[in-house]
């Protein structure tokens, strides 16, 4: 969880299409569902890889598409947005598609 805080920005916005309702969430709550999700019940390790399928990089802006994996098998493929700060790149917004 430490990571997410470092890599995203504190304003940080993740757009959510699920079942057709469109909601945001904030870093924080990303984060307290993510630390939910693996306090339930004996949640199983899994393994996943990533594949950075694009990185475009302007100036001070960039635009990142990622595929997530989970045990071998298309999961999420996610799309970045960075800025460059002067301590490093920070992901502003996230927008996913699920499988």
């Known amino acids: 969880m430490e990571k997410i805080k470092e890599g995203f920005h504190e304003e940080f916005r993740m757009n959510v299409l699920y079942n057709g309702v469109y909601s945001i969430r904030t870093r924080d709550e990303w984060i307290e569902r993510l630390r939910n999700n693996s306090l339930a019940g004996n949640a199983v390790k899994k ?41 490093g790149w920070r992901v502003i917004t996230k927008q996913f598609s699920m499988y």
């Open 47 to 87: 393994t996943y890889t990533w594949e950075f399928n694009l990185i475009d990089v302007e100036d001070q802006t960039a635009v990142v598409k990622l595929t997530v994996n989970e045990e071998g098998k298309l999961k999420y493929i996610d799309y970045l947005t960075l800025y460059k700060f002067e301590n």
